[in-house]
T-cell receptor
């Protein structure tokens, strides 16, 4: 199995630009999670989906962030417009069954730098 | 208030020795779950071990074991016979009980472990 795939691995953009991060979960997994990791705030859950439906987006910092999961094999996290404080590593994770009971499989992350 | 506390920002251990990474948690719910994840320098998070609050025995997975002390609300990770490849960040995480969203994990701030020869 290829594991969770994220693209791009690195993204450098200028403030005000739109950024789209992509994730392909492990086939058969029914939960998908988007996390953000920074030195200041640690690892934060932004949003998660169950069977392609957003369940909890309470961690999304503001309206500039949006996430979609059009099908079971693809999800996007979009930031528009981006700001320097959005610089972080963004992880996608998937699990078979609830992520609170079962192992979450993490992707390699996307390192976003907004200048 | 912190739900998950990892008080050791960094730990050093010599190869082949055992090391304990501390984790304390805070919840009033009797049903919860505790996880440990490893994050090597390559960045990806790797699941290590899980302990449910009702589990009678401490969880073990190979060289990893979880020292679960319910009354103290601690769930320390013990790594036996450390290897150089164990050098990484280690995160403790908790799933709260039925009163909360049980799909979500709350992560601690992590402990950086360095294993030296």
């Amino acid at each position: 199995d290829a594991g969770v795939i994220q693209s791009p691995r690195h993204e450098v953009t200028e403030m005000g630009q739109e950024v789209t991060l992509r994730c392909k979960p492990i086939s058969g997994h029914d939960y998908l999670f988007w996390y953000r990791q920074t030195m200041m705030r640690g690892l934060e859950l932004l949003i998660y989906f169950n069977n392609n439906v957003p369940i909890d987006d309470s961690g999304m910092p503001e309206d500039r962030f949006s996430a979609k999961m059009p099908n079971a094999s693809f999800s996007t996290l979009k930031i528009q417009p981006s700001e320097p404080r959005d610089s972080a590593v963004y992880f996608c994770a998937s699990s078979w069954g609830s992520g609170g009971y079962y192992e979450q499989y993490f992707g390699p992350g996307t390192r976003l730098t907004v200048t | 208030a912190q739900k998950i506390t990892q008080t050791q920002p960094g730990m050093f251990v010599q190869e082949k020795e055992a090391v304990t990474l501390d984790c304390t948690y805070d919840t009033s719910d009797p049903s919860y779950g505790l996880f440990w994840y490893k994050q090597p320098s390559s960045g990806e998070m790797i699941f290590l071990i899980y302990q449910g609050s009702y589990d009678q025995q401490n969880a073990t997975e190979g060289r990893y074991s979880l020292n679960f002390q319910k009354a103290r609300k601690s769930a320390n990770l013990v790594i036996s016979a450390s290897q150089l490849g164990d050098s990484a960040m280690y995160f403790c995480a908790m799933r709260e009980g039925e009163s909360y969203n049980t799909d979500k994990l709350i992560f601690g701030t992590g402990t950086r472990l360095q294993v030296f020869p």
